[in-house]
């Protein structure tokens, strides 16, 4: 899941935009912002100072449900379908990021002294409504309490957004409560499968380097069921959710202008993650892959020569200067399996400092000549600008 | 006729001078104070507008301030999210004294659209270095210009009493010019580095909030701490400059004595060209002009004295605003908060007031000449005789008119509560003395004719029936030289009495050898109160506790003393038994006030006060209400152990120490020092120092008075200047007809600085009695309603002395010039040109 790091990095020097204001254009700081943004991500000498992720290792539990604020980013990310009794859809994402700002911060007596700044999203798809909400938030971590992750019992919070868990090593069940302006998620997750460890035992590598990689682990099938408020209407919700955890320290390589990314939940009680790197020349780079967890729970590593990936149809933002892909037709021979999968809404784009389009989609197709269908979320990045 | 009336105050180029100088420097005045009050309101404004941005309310904590904890279950539990912590602070310039920073702690993540006025951001990854590194600040940009650093570059800060090495982290770029002028000299920090520079660690001087409903408000005001306060934004800061007020008010009605001076200025120049023209009058009468062209004339005389005047005097007065701008400053912040007053407020209303004023003065000074000279018969050539006569018949009319001003005056500031009444009492006073001048200066003539003739023969005589002959404008520089004496007197007196009133309270209130505290005022570390009191030659202590405390909507200056018994008399009473006083102020629930504090809130002894404790708003006594003057604001005094009973709070902010008699003080020092060692940055003073360093601030308070004094002063010299010394001149045919019947240039100038020299110190003389009433109408009256303060009136021979030296010197230096020139021109020259 490279797809994040970018992203949020960028979005924190907009925060400072944010609070800071926008310099006046071709002052020196702006510039002088974007090259430390650039020089922040590039990757190797910037990671300097922070802890690596050089192969697999055994994860220890319920330590590694908690915070790793040696690394630079990591985080906790959640997104769903959910449904009324009446059948009413609704797609949403929360995600709980935490970075490392600065490795050789020294201990601080107050308590308020950190290197450590957590972002949240939350992100609501109202199908029938046509509409998308998102909602972004920002705070520093460190012992003050105002955001942060621990065990025993889990938890993961940045003000009153919050995700509790249980105590011990099995966190589940987990409980969702996020509200903010006219949006209110309350959910219960159990997770129905066990995690699941990513690339290598959870060992995800990004780029040539060992260095180059990421712990990462998944949830990929949560019963979920709770409230939903949207603009003062309260609904009761059922539906299933998927939960990645993700930390590292460096990932991008040069040449990439951005990514596409799946979490696909099928009917037949299998799921599937996918990820395409594109480079500067519309290739797609090697280091692009997936997994494929069947039904007991088992997985398997998608490579890209697995996986066939083409784009539909196509949906301009209102913006005018970004074209996304809305719907995809994914095949993956091996498996007999083929898949149309379209947007739920066209417009799932956050319009905001950085701009990028993370929705739910529907699936439908067949494996083995049979029908499948499903839902599950795709997120574009790299399309404006 | 207008090319007449020109060339009139063309050959008369002394008068002229004088008059205009006398007006310019009135309405300079004026323009300056009303500059300078002008841009301390535009700084504060600025500055509150900027640093409270989008604010509607704060919350702020007791004593201690608000517990960070509580500000984060504010956010974590209750979801409040438009919510932002700040610490405050005073950062000194290593290196430049004068210079201070206000320090503002805020958490940039919170922050969101709370004060964009930080505006953009120039350095290399601001916000991360400011969170993250304990040394990190940012600055304007044009402070940072002006102190030669760019972002990257070491600042060096005194906090606490301790030096820091800072790192700009960047330069605050706001989009607003008017932001850009609202953060002079502020220092913004993450709140984390502002805790532990300012050792604040664990709590928050407030939080700042944007509540947009009063369900909001209602919700906030559920989750208050118990001592805590829930204030609108806005009313604060109005309470804030709310303390300034009466300091500027007496500074405007100061300056408005001035231009007082300068008015009558007016009047004597304007009478004075009237009569001297007299016969020039009659005879354009004679020709047909009417009584309305007349009029005109002088009015347009007036007007053109006082539109130079004027103009001259806004120049002048932009001038001197600057100086007067820095004092005010200064006085700002000894007494009231910090304030960094960096530019001039260059309001055209200022200038369009004082343009008004002087003018407006102008013309009103010149109506009664101006009538008077519609009184010339057509062809009149009345003998001077005959219109002093006039004069003279009018003296017990005036007389009369100025005692009942003066009654009126009086009667206003004893029966009629608030400032500006009092101040137009003052004014009115003033004015009616002035009126009674003329017939007291015609009775003390009189009386002292024939003590003169003794003491100096004929031109004894002669120089005093040469002030009753020439009373018509005698009287008017008498009265302007005695205008301006009264006030030299009465301002003069005022400080003394202050000054005195003052030492004699530090005398009794500072009572320990050697008094410790930490620069800024900030926490005194347990181990350093333990270690010092401990140290040997140590026979008592007490401690002293600095804060503020919530009373309903307003906040009050808490001082938490621990006092040993023999230390009880360094608090006198104003009211309230000593013993019971004392036993309720230590075992019950009963505190003192100080007498600001007592008459700003209308309380008395035996009344209760409602203050916020973390039990909640509890009732206390007022057992005594105590004399202080460390602060017009007042202060509610609680002792400490009624303080530890209520509140968690082990902070002290200072200790005092008391030996045995006959301790040297600086080798207590020397022992404390030792014994704490590099625990922390203290500052010891000795009782001496403390006293010597008040009445050192107390002096730079009211230098600006002084100031103001001064240019009062000038004026009125400039005035009587400008009076006899037309008067002299006037006389040329006279002096002439003396010299050619024999009279020699010595004689000559013995008269007439003889003359001038009776008439200044008839002046002097009158001015003291108003100057006594001023300042006691001053003290009494309008310090009172001021400051709150009770002050002994204390007349200095000094000040009087100073007084009738300075009425006399000006007489005398105005009599020189017109004695020199008579005493060198020859008669018959000095005869033609009358004739001419």
Redesign the interface.
Known sequence: MKRWVALPLVMLVLVAGWWLWPSPPGSPDASGQTQSVTRFLSGEEAAEGYARITGPEALEFPRDHGAHPGYRHEWWYITGQLETAQGRHFGYQITFFRFNLDPDAPERTSDWGTNQVWMAHLGLTDTDGGRFHHRERFSRGGDIGLAGAAVDPFRVWLDDWRLDGAAGPDIMPLRLQAADDGLALDLHLDALKPLVLQGEAGYSQKGPDPGNASRYFSYTRLATDGELILDGERFRVSGLSWMDREWGSSVLSEGQTGWNWFSLQLDDQTEIMYYILRLDDGAIAPRSKGLFVAADGSSQVLQTQDVELEETRHWDSPLGDARYPVAWRLRIPSRDLQLEIEAVLDDQELRTGFRYWEGAVRIRGARDGEPVAGGGYAELTGYAE | MLRASLRYLLRHPWQLALSLLGVALGVAVVVAVDLANQSAGQAFNLSAQSLTGRTTHQVLGGPQGIP??WY?EL?????V?QAAPVIEGEARLAGQPGRSLRLLGV??????QFR?S????????????L????DQLALLDADLAELGLAPGDRIRLELAGREHDLNVA??L???RELDARGLRDVAVM????A??LLGR??WLDRVDLMLESEAQVEQLRGLLPADAQLLEAEARNAALQQMTRAFQLNLTAFSLLALMVGAFLIFNTMTFSVVQRRQLLGLLRAVGVTRGQIFGLVIFEALLIGLLGTLAGIALGLAISHVLLDLVGRTINDLYFMLSISELALSPWSLAKGLLLGVGMTLVAALSPALEATGTPPRAALSRAVLEQGVRARLPWLAGAGLILVSLGVGLLALVGGLVPAFAGLFLMILGWALVVPLAMCWLVRLLAPLLGRLAGLPGRMAARGVEAGLSRTSIAAAALMVAVSAVVGVGTMVDSFRATFSQWLDATLRADVYVSVPGNGALLPEAVEALIETDGVAYWSTARYGRVGSGEQRHRLRVFHLPATAEDAFRFRSGDPEAAWSAFRDGDAVFVTEPFAYHQQLQVGDTLLLATPEGERPFQVAAVVYDYSTSEGAVMMSRETYDRLWDDPIVNSVGLYGPPGTDADALVQRLRQRTGDMQPLRYRSNLELRRLSLQVFDQTFTITQVLRMLAMLVAVVGVLSALMALALERAREYAVMRATGFTPGQIQGLIVGQNALVGGIAGLLALPLGLALSAALILVINQRSFGWTMQVQVSAEVLLQAGALALLAAVLAGLYPAWRMSRTSPALALREDAA
Request: avoid cysteine.
């Open positions: 960070e904890s984060v956010r974590t539990r209750h979801g999210r958490d940039p993540l919170a922050e969101g964009e930080f505006g953009g951001l120039a350095g290399e990854q601001p916000l991360i270095r969170m993250s590194q304990p960047a330069a770029r706001p989009e993450d709140i984390g580095a805790q532990e660690a664990g």
